[in-house]
C-alpha cells in the first residue's frame, strides 16, 4: 500500500529523483537555519540601528545599512528555505 503521507507526485520516484528531492530538502533545511540565524542577528542590530540613525551625522549610518543587509538576506534565505522544503512532512535533524 502507498504512503498516504506522501504527496501523489512523489509516490513513484525513482532512486535517483528520490536523492535529488532529498538533497534540494536538505539545501532547504540550510537556507532555513541561515535566515533564522540572520533574523536574530537582525533583531539585535535593530538596537544600535536606531541609536545610529538618530546620533549619526550626515548619511554616515554603518548600522542602519547592515541592518537593512541582514534583514534582507534573512527574508530571502527563510523564504527560499520553505519553498526548497516544500512537501517535506517530518522534521530533520542534523
Known amino acids: 500500500m502507498a504512503n498516504t503521507l506522501l504527496p501523489i507526485e512523489e509516490r513513484n520516484l525513482t532512486p535517483e529523483e528520490v536523492e535529488h528531492l532529498d538533497r534540494r530538502r536538505r539545501r532547504g533545511q540550510l537556507f532555513l537555519v541561515i535566515g533564522c540565524q540572520c533574523l536574530i ?5 535593530t538596537l544600535w540601528a536606531g541609536q ?3 546620533l549619526s551625522p550626515g548619511m554616515a549610518h554603518p548600522m ?3 541592518d537593512a543587509i541582514t534583514g534582507t538576506l534573512a527574508a530571502i534565505f527563510l523564504l527560499n528555505g520553505i519553498r526548497l522544503r516544500r512537501g517535506s512532512n517530518e522534521f530533520i535533524s542534523y
Open 52 to 54: 545610529d540613525w538618530t
Open 41 to 45: 542577528v537582525f533583531t539585535l542590530v
Open 64 to 66: 542602519v545599512y547592515w
